[in-house]
């Protein structure tokens, strides 16, 4: 006796083709094959836990009555006075005061009334804003390691997608081999852009066989009249052909002293011997899908 059984049936004769529709529309994330790693670079500006100290002079204790800070969700980072030259690891922080067990480094090593300051982040991809007609290269993420990045023999580097805001205007160049070769963008302060599927920029369309190592580059220049904050990634695809497995070390950069260690690659987090600061890095080792 035939089996009967009850079959969605979705339109009218027709093959359903919304999944498809919906993702020509709007990306989703990344599927990378086995032999693709993704690559991240960028740079973002910012003026946040920057300040001055509006107390009396004290010799551990930073305030500053304009600040927002969360309650004890600062300790462990550092704190510099970019005044006096010294700095100082955090141990307690109110809303508007930082405390410290000392500060070392500088000339007077305290707090003085109007003293600049800044906390800097542990993320090796923040940095304080860029001056007005300066110039800043893109980090790599994934070591903290000031561009140019050096893509190996054997591989190709394409970028997939790009997004930047900036609060001054600006001008993004992108280089091969030291030559300049396109324009990212020459945004518009307070203009926000992105774009998937970039697919203007990429070794393969100079060495399709990936026989040689490519130095590329990618640089921001504020254009603006004033310090520029925002930000800027690039997303890209480093795919090996025909080569082994990708390495299974990689080397970091301190952001605060510049000392740099062989680690695994999946490392993130990164307490440097030399200053013993706290620096964060991306893990894309195992990444497959969505960031």
């Known amino acids: 006796m035939p089996k009967i059984f009850t079959v969605e049936q979705r339109g009218v004769g027709k093959p359903d083709y ?7 529309q709007i990306r989703p994330g990344l599927t990378l094959k086995y032999n693709q790693g993704l ?4 740079r973002a500006f910012s003026a946040v836990n920057t300040g001055t100290h509006t107390a009396a002079p004290h010799a551990t204790i930073m305030t500053d009555a304009a600040a927002y800070f969360t309650p004890n969700t600062l300790i462990g980072l550092t704190i510099v006075n970019v005044t006096d030259g010294c700095s100082g690891v955090i141990f307690a922080n ?20 109007g003293d600049a300051y800044n906390i800097p982040s542990p993320f090796s991809h923040v940095t304080l804003p860029l001056a007005a007609g300066a110039t800043a290269h893109f980090i790599d993420s994934e070591t903290g390691l000031e561009l140019p990045f050096t893509v190996p023999a054997g591989y190709t580097l394409s970028s997939i997608s790009a997004g930047f805001s900036f609060t001054q205007d600006a001008i993004m160049w992108g280089y091969y081999e030291g030559f300049l070769r396109n324009t990212i963008g020459a945004p518009i302060g307070g203009n926000m852009f992105y774009e998937s599927e970039v697919v203007t920029w990429g070794t393969s369309l100079l060495d399709p066989t990936a026989e040689s190592a490519h130095p590329v580059d990618f640089q921001i220049i504020n254009k603006g009249g004033a310090d520029l904050e925002g930000g800027v990634v690039i997303f890209g695809i480093l795919e090996a052909v025909g080569t082994p497995p990708f390495p299974t070390t990689k080397t970091v950069r301190c952001k605060f002293c510049d000392h740099r260690e062989t680690v695994p690659r999946e490392t993130t987090k990164w307490i440097c011997p030399k200053c013993g600061k706290l620096n964060f890095y991306y893990n894309l080792a195992n990444f497959r899908g969505t960031v």
Do not use: F, M, P, R
Request: hydrophobic share 30%.
């Open 94 to 113: 109110t809303e508007t005061t930082v405390t410290v067990a000392a500060l070392t480094g500088g000339i007077t090593n305290q707090w003085n009334t």
């Open 18 to 24: 919304s999944k498809e529709i919906s993702l020509g």
């Open 39 to 42: 690559k991240i670079c960028g």
